[in-house]
């Protein structure tokens, strides 16, 4: 059993920066990846940037270039800093590790993050 656990959500005005924190309960270098997720509401839940066991990352194209993945495996702890926030970035944002085979999926409760002025 993994646990994640979200921080780092607020309210932030339009072009600022926020940077999200996932704390794992076990190694997250065991993990096959970890990534994070977000859901606006009345839209789906969808990527927005995964980090893969060897360091390789991944982003949704609507954050490429603004947010950043990344990891301490000391801390067991990963984060998502974003950058030249927008309105459109409002949702709720969460945590998610893949682990094991066949790979189970684990979710964080989720932070809340709002853009506006």
């Known amino acids: 059993q993994v646990q994640l656990v979200e921080s780092g959500g607020g309210l932030v005005q339009p072009g600022g920066s926020l940077r999200l924190s996932c704390a794992a309960s076990?190694?997250?270098?065991?993990?096959?990846?970890m990534g994070w997720y977000r859901q606006a509401p009345g839209k789906q839940r969808e990527l927005v940037a995964t980090?893969?066991?060897?360091?390789?990352?991944n982003y949704a194209d609507s954050v490429k270039g603004r947010f950043t993945i990344s990891r301490d495996t000391v801390k067991n702890t990963v984060y998502l800093q974003m950058n030249s926030l927008t309105p459109e970035d409002t949702a709720v944002y969460y945590c998610n590790a893949e682990v094991g085979w066949p790979t189970l999926a684990y979710w964080g409760q989720g932070t809340q993050v709002t853009v506006s002025s």
């Open positions: 076990g190694s997250i270098l065991s993990f096959n990846a």
């Open positions: 980090i893969a066991r060897p360091g390789s990352t």
